[in-house]
């Protein structure tokens, strides 16, 4: 990404979603700063300043203070700190058999760019993508608690199937899920089959093999894009049965990217996952 306002928001948005994927409620963060002094202008770092800034501000969250080097590579994140309800925390070990599975914002950001590093996107597909990194996880959070999710994670750099991986272990079931009912960016799924896949996402794809069981109708690029690292992606939800539709219903009253069911949660081998098409 190479407008620096867009990189600062990107990366808040992406800090803040910890707090918000363990059903947190921010307070205030700090700035963590690398940024090549002698080789940049001020004005870039500026920028990306400033872009960070204007996104903690939309979460309702003072940036306090931080900390910064002189580095040949510009860094920047946020390190936030955040607060639980009377409810506790989110954890992403909870999941039980009947749960249905909730995406909250469409995958394929990590392929998408690849893609503009290559100049392969206009601008309007860059403004698309970048709207989905730089949303913010606030609404789905304060849905998943309202409906009463039972666990949650954000996806991130281990893709879908890698933090799906993370419930299904860490709660003890496995999971069922049809790539068809996964919400995909659009274009992500052509760029996949021609080759335009980041490094992370193949290491993810690869390791995603020794605990996926794949539909054999299901095509290579579709299974790449579901293991696709992801950079402030949505929040994946364990929720009862009997509260899907309570959540659903919020998701959209809260303007989520995404509120899609992908699939369930089920009493079978801890930590497999089925992918059917």
């Not at 800090?15 to 994927?21: G, P, Q």
């Not at 991986?165 to 860490?170: D, K, P, Q, Y």
Request: one cysteine or more; a negative charge; proline letters at 5%.
């Amino acid at each position: 990404m190479d407008d620096p306002y867009q990189f600062g928001q990107v990366a808040a948005a992406n800090a803040l979603s910890d707090i918000y994927a363990m059903g947190g409620r921010p307070l205030f963060a700090l700035n963590i700063v690398g940024f090549p002094t002698k080789d940049l202008p001020h004005e870039v770092l500026f920028q990306i300043l400033k872009g960070g800034s204007d996104k903690a501000s939309e979460a309702g969250i003072p940036i306090v203070g931080g900390h910064s080097i002189d580095d040949r590579e510009p860094k920047y994140g946020l390190v936030v700190t955040g607060i639980l309800g009377a409810a506790g925390a989110l954890a992403n070990s909870a999941a039980c058999p009947g749960d249905r599975i909730v995406l909250t914002k469409p995958i394929g950001s990590g392929i998408l760019s690849t893609a503009i590093k290559r100049g392969l996107l206009d601008e309007a597909e860059i403004e698309r993508v970048t709207a989905v990194m730089t949303h913010l996880n606030r609404g789905a959070s304060e849905a998943a608690l309202e409906a009463g999710v039972r666990a949650a994670t954000d996806v991130t750099g281990f893709g879908l199937l890698g933090h799906l991986r993370e419930m299904v272990a860490g709660s003890g079931v496995s999971a069922r899920i049809k790539a068809s009912a996964v919400p995909i960016l659009p274009r992500v799924l052509d760029l996949a089959a021609e080759g335009v896949v980041p490094g992370g996402s193949d290491r993810n794809f690869s390791a995603v093999q020794a605990f996926v069981d794949w539909d054999p109708a299901l095509d290579l690029a579709l299974r790449k894009v579901l293991a696709d690292a992801q950079t402030s992606g949505g929040l994946l939800l364990a929720v009862p049965a009997d509260r899907l539709q309570t959540l659903l219903q919020a998701l959209r009253e809260n303007k989520t990217l995404a509120a899609q069911v992908i699939g369930e949660f089920e009493a079978g081998e801890a930590g497999r996952i089925q992918v059917t098409p």
